[in-house]
């Protein structure tokens, strides 16, 4: 009500431009609620009237004008006010955005000094490369080496052998999913050109297995397809290539495809413990357990490693649901407990404390990445 009133005396006066006219305790106000009330204004407020600019109503107050003749001259003194607020706010608003241009400016010209500052280019390349490739803190003793390593892999060019050895030893922080992935892409790229050169098949088996550690099975099923319509009865080399396509139909879930596959290798090449490693895998995979577990003894019977086998049940293991993880876990300790002990010390939800950081590791430990003509590399999995 209180503020109501205040609005009214300021609109009775013609000053409802000003805030301070309306304004309770404003200096204005309290002139106005004196003029209002018939009181004598003082010198200073009267001074203070003429430097606002309110000259009708210090007349007024001065009983040199009438109510009358106040009105007009004070509707004149309002028009003033409003256009000049309104050019004022117009320059404000142009100043403002001059302002903002020029801060904008200067930001842009700052960040292009720092882009064309090699210092802190080199800094930012570095810092997107290790991003790029899931790469945090790196130890200033390996920084150099693995940042070399780094720009060559970004840059396309293949790494050699012993620089994957010491990734995966001395820097294996660095040997994550995403440098994995881009390594074992560029390897398979280069053994399908080999492979499209030389139309040795092998190659094709070779870059078969790296489409597979680079998470793409469907490249490994493509150019396999591919070679096979190609070769001579050769049983090893069939075999290889009913082993790698498998494993690529078990990579997507095709695990009725990946069985046969694995069984016409190993009816092929029945001293061949790859194919057998495969069947272990599906038939668990597929649910039963006792055939996938002897047919992983068998692959350790005929020279598979322990090691591989027990990464191989881990990467198996790390895709299934915590069930069945369970019940797997459970059969394999109650029918060779001694065999898989480890599994007692691995937890049901997490990874191996001495095992791979992740799946993709799992799946790609162990693989030799360079293969020589004449072997194939095929994973089991």
């Known amino acids: ?3 109501s009133q205040h609005g009214d005396l300021a609109k009775r006066y013609l000053l409802e431009d000003l805030p301070g006219a309306s304004q309770l305790g404003a200096r204005l106000n309290g002139i106005l609620l004196k003029i209002d009330s018939g009181e004598q204004v003082t ?3 009267r001074q203070f009237l003429v430097s606002t600019g309110l000259h009708a109503l210090c007349a007024l107050a001065d009983g040199k004008i009438t109510q009358g003749e106040f009105r007009p001259q004070a509707e004149q003194e ?3 006010r409003i256009e000049e607020a309104s050019a004022k706010a117009v320059k404000d608003a142009a100043e403002q955005a001059a302002c903002e241009e020029a801060k904008a400016a200067a930001i842009k010209e700052t960040f292009a000094a720092m882009a064309r500052d090699p210092v802190l280019r080199r800094k930012r390349e570095a810092r997107e490369l290790r991003q790029r490739f899931g790469i945090g803190y790196v130890d200033g003793e390996h920084y150099p080496r693995v940042m070399a390593l780094l720009r060559q892999v970004a840059n396309r060019q293949r790494l050699k052998a012993e620089d994957v050895a010491w990734l995966k030893t001395e820097a294996d922080d660095c040997w994550t999913d995403a440098l994995q992935k881009a390594f074992h892409t560029l390897e398979a790229e280069a053994l399908t050109k080999a492979w499209e050169t030389s139309g040795d098949p092998w190659d094709a088996v070779n870059a078969s297995a790296q489409w597979r550690k680079a998470d793409r099975p469907e490249e490994a099923l493509r150019l396999t397809e591919a070679v096979g319509v190609q070769i001579e009865l050769n049983p090893k080399l069939i075999s290889a290539l009913a ?3 498998g494993g690529a139909m078990r990579d997507l879930r095709r695990l009725d495809d ?3 596959l694995a069984s016409e290798a190993h009816g092929l090449t029945p001293s061949d413990y790859r194919p057998c490693t495969l069947l272990g895998a599906v038939h668990i995979e597929l649910g039963d357990l006792q055939a996938g577990r002897e047919w992983y003894a068998k692959a ?3 020279g598979a490693s322990r090691q591989a086998i027990d990464n191989d049940l881990r990467g198996l293991l790390t895709r299934l649901s915590t069930e069945e ?7 394999l300790l109650r029918h060779d407990p001694q065999r898989f002990a480890w599994l007692r010390r691995w937890p049901g939800t997490g990874q191996s404390p001495s095992g791979p950081k992740s799946a993709h590791s799992i799946k790609s430990r162990n693989d030799n990445a360079f293969v020589k003509a004449g072997q194939h590399d095929h994973r089991t999995r």
């Open 1 to 3: 009500m209180i503020r």
């Open 43 to 45: 010198a200073l407020q």
């Open 243 to 245: 082993t790698t396509r």
């Open 78 to 80: 309002q028009a003033v």
């Open 258 to 260: 990946a069985k046969a």
């Open 300 to 302: 350790e019977s005929l």
């Open 325 to 331: 993880r369970q019940r797997i876990r459970e059969y």
